[in-house]
Antibody, heavy 118, light 107 residues
C-alpha cells in the first residue's frame, strides 16, 4: 500500500532553515511527483510547490519561490522540502502528498509540525 | 490568483440529515475542483475530484456537482464519522489553492 512517512516535529528560531523529509513506499517513486502543502493552525491548507521524482522539474507557488527548495533522492525514494528565513508565520503543519502532476492529492504524509519561536 | 470561498463557515446538523456545502471560485475553473475532508490531527482525505468523481473507497452518500464557478458537495445522510472540516481545492490555475473550509459539527 502507498505510504508517505515524514520526519518528526521541528522547533526552529526565526531566521533559521528547516528541512522536512518524506519517504515513499508501496509504489514506483519515479513515476510520480510530490507536492508540499502546509497548514497554519486554524486555517485551510496552502499549496507550496511540486517536484517531479522522474526528472526533478519543480513548480513553486510564488509566495514561497524565494525561500523554498524541493528535492528528491531516488536512491532512497525520499522527497525533501527546505524552507529558509523562517518567521513565526511559518509555524504550521507541513504535508507531502503524492502528485502525478494533476494536483489531485490522493495520498498524504502524516504531517510534520514546524514551530518557529525565539 | 483564483480565490475560493466556502459557505457556510459552520454547519450544525444531526446524524441522518442532508448536508449541502458550497464552494465558489473567483473565476471559471471548469470542473477542476476537488473536495477533501479533514479531522483533527489528520491529513486531508480526498473525497471528490474533477467536481463529481468520487475517489476510491468513498461512500456513495458523498456527491459533488457544479462547473465554472459554483460547486456543491452533498452528503445525503450524515453519519457520525462524517463530522469534520471540508475543503475545496482548485487545480485549474497556478497556484493550486484551497478554500477556507466548512466545519460540519454535531447539532
Amino acid at each position: 500500500q502507498v505510504q508517505l512517512v515524514q520526519s518528526g516535529a521541528e522547533v526552529k528560531k526565526p531566521g533559521a532553515s528547516v528541512e522536512v523529509s518524506c519517504k515513499a513506499s508501496g509504489y514506483t517513486f519515479s513515476n510520480y511527483g510530490i507536492s508540499w502543502v502546509r497548514q497554519v493552525p486554524g486555517q485551510g491548507p496552502e499549496w507550496m510547490g511540486w517536484i517531479s521524482a522522474y526528472n526533478s522539474n519543480t513548480n513553486y507557488a510564488q509566495k514561497f519561490q524565494d525561500r523554498v527548495t524541493l528535492s528528491t533522492d531516488t536512491s532512497t525514494d525520499t522527497a525533501y522540502m527546505e524552507l529558509r528565513s523562517l518567521t513565526s508565520d511559518d509555524t504550521a503543519v507541513y504535508y507531502c502528498a503524492r502528485d502525478p502532476g494533476t494536483r489531485v492529492f490522493t495520498y498524504w504524509g502524516q504531517g510534520t509540525l514546524v514551530t518557529v519561536s525565539s | 490568483e483564483i480565490v475560493l470561498t466556502q459557505s457556510p463557515a459552520t454547519l450544525s446538523l444531526s446524524p441522518g440529515e442532508r448536508a449541502t456545502l458550497s464552494c465558489r471560485a473567483s473565476q471559471s475553473i471548469s470542473d477542476y475542483l476537488a473536495w477533501y475532508q479533514q479531522k483533527p490531527g489528520q491529513a486531508p482525505r480526498l473525497l471528490i475530484y474533477d467536481a463529481s468523481y468520487r475517489a476510491t473507497g468513498i461512500p456513495a452518500r458523498f456527491s459533488g456537482s457544479g462547473s465554472g464557478t459554483d460547486f456543491t458537495l452533498t452528503i445525503s445522510s450524515l453519519q457520525p464519522e462524517d463530522f469534520g472540516v471540508y475543503y475545496c481545492q482548485q487545480r485549474s490555475t497556478w497556484p493550486f489553492n484551497f478554500g477556507p473550509g466548512t466545519k460540519v459539527d454535531i447539532k
